[in-house]
C-alpha cells in the first residue's frame, strides 16, 4: 500500500522522531507537511498526520492543510501527535479536532497515536519545560507498536 507519514514538528522536534518511527515500520513515504501536495495524498492508500499540540490543537500548518484538501472518499489515516500534557476530556483535544475535520473530507480514520513531549512552549521556558527526554525509547516502542496494529 502507498502510504504517506506527513508532520509538523518544530522547536525540539519531537513529532519528527514518533514520524521517523512509524514511517520505518510502514516502509511509508515519510515527508513534512510542507514537502507534500494533494496531488500526493490522491496517490496515497494510508495517510498519517502529526504534529505536536499547541493550546489543544494541532499546529494550523496541519488544519490549514487539511481544510483545503478535496474530497477523499476511501482514504485511511491515522492522527499521531506529541505534547506535554495527556490527552483527557477538558485538555489537549487536538485528536478530536482532527479526526472531525478528516472525516469531513471523507477519509476513515483507522487509528490515532500520542505520547508526551519535551514542551517549552509559552511560560513553561521559564522553569526549563516538561517532559524532558520525550519522546524517549519507550515511546518510540509505542509508536512502533503502533504502526504495527495498522496492518492489521
Not at 73 to 87: C, L, P, Q, V, W
Not at 121 to 135: E, Q
Request: charged letters at 30%.
Amino acid at each position: 500500500m502507498n502510504t504517506i507519514v506527513t508532520y509538523v514538528s518544530f522547536h525540539h522536534h519531537n513529532t519528527e522522531k514518533v514520524a521517523k518511527r512509524i514511517a520505518s515500520v510502514l516502509e511509508a513515504r515519510l515527508a513534512p507537511l510542507s514537502k507534500i501536495s494533494k496531488e500526493d495524498l490522491l496517490n496515497a492508500g494510508l495517510v498519517g498526520f502529526g504534529s505536536g499540540v499547541y493550546m489543544s490543537k494541532m499546529h494550523k500548518s496541519v488544519i490549514d492543510f487539511v481544510d483545503s484538501l478535496p474530497a477523499m472518499e476511501g482514504k485511511d489515516a491515522f492522527i499521531f501527535s506529541t505534547s506535554g500534557i495527556r490527552k483527557n476530556f477538558l485538555f489537549n483535544k487536538a485528536h478530536s479536532h482532527m479526526k472531525e475535520k478528516l472525516e469531513k473530507k471523507g477519509f476513515r480514520i483507522v487509528g490515532e497515536f500520542d505520547c508526551r513531549g519535551f514542551d517549552t512552549y509559552g511560560p513553561l521556558r521559564f522553569i526549563g519545560g516538561i517532559n524532558r527526554k520525550r519522546p524517549n525509547e519507550k515511546d518510540l516502542k509505542r509508536a512502533e507498536e503502533f504502526a504495527r496494529s495498522l496492518f492489521k
